[in-house]
């Protein structure tokens, strides 16, 4: 199976600044990367798709990128609701597994 | 709209068992594949199970199989997760999810809001 490892853990940034999280996966999984957003108490949110697209209704300040094995999601400039835990996913091979999530905290 | 609803969730003695189920809404049910994944507390997403849209194929987490079984009515568009022989480690929110276009592998674009399970004596 594919292991996704994501980096890092926590983050702290500051509002209005950029934030950079990062998803690794053990062998390749094209473009098959999807993006989920997850507030306390709530479900996940999708984000991001195809590792560069963005699900209906996201703002533009969210972007992916990469392919094969390196993914990147960036948060231009964050705003308070920004703050949460996010998870990468591939869906390239059988079974789709997540990463552990990364925790965007507030500096 | 799409709408995803579980209950069925509790507080059960390990060992015992539970049946979470989830009833659909704002889309065609009976052509998608479903999935359960979980999240224990303070822990990451598990995907636990899936089944066909027909309800024939059903594929399973290592962690679970042969102690969850996963089942459909499509005449009333609702998934359910039948979970015996539960452990302490079994204890999470399970979300119902679907994937985009109706197959197995993809991405989730909808989910449940989630049923919480306690397992504890």
């Known amino acids: 199976e594919i292991v996704m490892t994501q980096s890092p853990d926590t983050l702290s940034v500051s509002p209005g600044e950029r934030a950079t999280l990062s998803c690794r996966a053990s062998?390749?999984?094209?473009?098959?990367l999807a993006w989920y957003q997850q507030k306390p108490g709530q479900a996940p949110r999708l984000l991001i798709y195809?590792?560069?697209t963005r699900a209906t209704g996201i703002p533009a300040r969210f972007s992916g990128s990469g392919s094969e094995t390196e993914f990147t999601l960036t948060i231009s400039s964050l705003q308070p609701e920004d703050f949460a835990v996010y998870y990468c996913?591939?869906?390239?091979?059988?079974?789709?597994?997540f990463g552990q999530g990364t925790r965007l905290e507030i500096k | 709209q799409v709408q995803l609803v579980e209950s069925g969730g509790g507080v059960v003695q390990p060992g015992r068992s539970l049946r979470l189920s989830c009833a659909a809404s704002?889309?065609?049910?009976?052509?998608?594949?479903m999935h359960w994944v979980r999240q224990g507390p303070g822990k990451g997403l598990e995907w636990v199970a899936v089944?066909?849209?027909?309800?024939?194929?059903?594929y399973y987490a290592d962690s679970v199989r042969g102690r969850f079984t996963i089942s459909r009515d499509n005449s009333n568009s609702t998934l359910f997760l039948q979970m015996n022989s539960l452990r302490a480690e079994d204890a999470a929110v399970y979300y119902c999810?679907?994937?985009?276009?109706?197959?197995?592998?993809?991405?989730?674009?909808?989910w449940g809001q989630g049923s919480l399970v306690t397992v504890s004596s």
């Open positions: 996913q591939q869906y390239n091979t059988w079974p789709q597994l």
């Open positions: 704002g889309f065609t049910f009976r052509t998608f594949a």
């Open positions: 195809g590792a560069s």
């Open positions: 062998q390749s999984v094209s473009s098959n």
């Open positions: 999810a679907r994937i985009y276009g109706g197959n197995y592998k993809g991405y989730f674009d909808f």
């Open positions: 089944i066909s849209y027909d309800g024939i194929n059903k």
